[in-house]
């Protein structure tokens, strides 16, 4: 039987106590394809919180905590820091209740992490052109080494 971890604190995320299916850190490694010892790391920088426990103390998974853990391993690639991580996670669990002036608020800092994720996006393009024209010289380079043998 499991049973909720999560108080009001600010930890808590907006799925709430646990529904649905509820998965062991293992499966939810596999599903999401990160080691057990990453979500862990997520875990203690308060990006993931498990949706509950088992009575022996395994933490528990939702469909919820693996869409939370998938977000994280996406902003990784693009060198967000963990606060911004937690950040941008704070703003998307807060958008889904927002109404108002706070909901504006909200969606101005998710464009502001659009842009930012674009430019990153932009960045990673340039260094993988770079690193390509770089392996092809090295491949012409190979080419003509290889040709001069012969």
Same mark, same amino acid.
């Given at each position: 039987?499991?049973?909720?971890?999560?108080?009001?604190? %600010?930890? /808590?995320?907006?799925?709430? %106590? +646990?529904?649905?299916?509820?998965? /062991?850190?293992?499966?939810? +490694?596999?599903?999401?394809?990160?080691?057990? *010892?990453?979500? *862990?790391? =997520?875990?203690?920088?308060?990006?993931?919180?498990?949706?509950?426990?088992?009575?022996?103390?395994?933490?528990? =998974?939702?469909? %919820?905590?693996?869409? !939370?853990?998938? #977000?994280?391993? !996406?902003?990784? %690639?693009?060198?967000?820091?963990?606060?911004?991580? *937690?950040?941008?996670?704070?703003?998307?669990?807060?958008?889904?209740?927002?109404?108002?002036?706070?909901?504006?608020?909200?969606?101005?800092?998710?464009?502001?992490?659009?842009? +930012?994720?674009? #430019?990153?996006?932009? +960045?990673?393009?340039?260094?993988?052109?770079?690193?390509?024209?770089?392996?092809?010289?090295?491949?012409?380079?190979?080419? &003509?080494? &290889?040709?001069?043998?012969?």
């Amino acid at each position: 039987m499991a049973t909720t971890s999560h108080g009001t604190g %600010p930890e /808590q995320h907006a799925s709430g %106590p +646990a529904t649905g299916r509820l998965m /062991q850190i293992g499966e939810a +490694a596999d599903r999401v394809g990160l080691s057990i *010892r990453t979500i *862990r790391h =997520y875990e203690r920088a308060g990006l993931i919180v498990p949706s509950a426990r088992s009575e022996g103390g395994f933490r528990l =998974y939702t469909e %919820p905590d693996l869409d !939370r853990l998938a #977000v994280v391993k !996406r902003m990784k %690639p693009l060198g967000f820091t963990l606060d911004e991580m *937690r950040d941008l996670l704070t703003v998307l669990d807060a958008l889904d209740t927002a109404t108002g002036a706070d909901r504006a608020a909200l969606l101005d800092r998710l464009d502001m992490f659009h842009a +930012a994720a674009t #430019v990153r996006v932009t +960045a990673l393009r340039d260094q993988l052109a770079t690193a390509e024209g770089f392996a092809g010289t090295l491949r012409d380079k190979l080419d &003509h080494h &290889h040709s001069s043998e012969g």
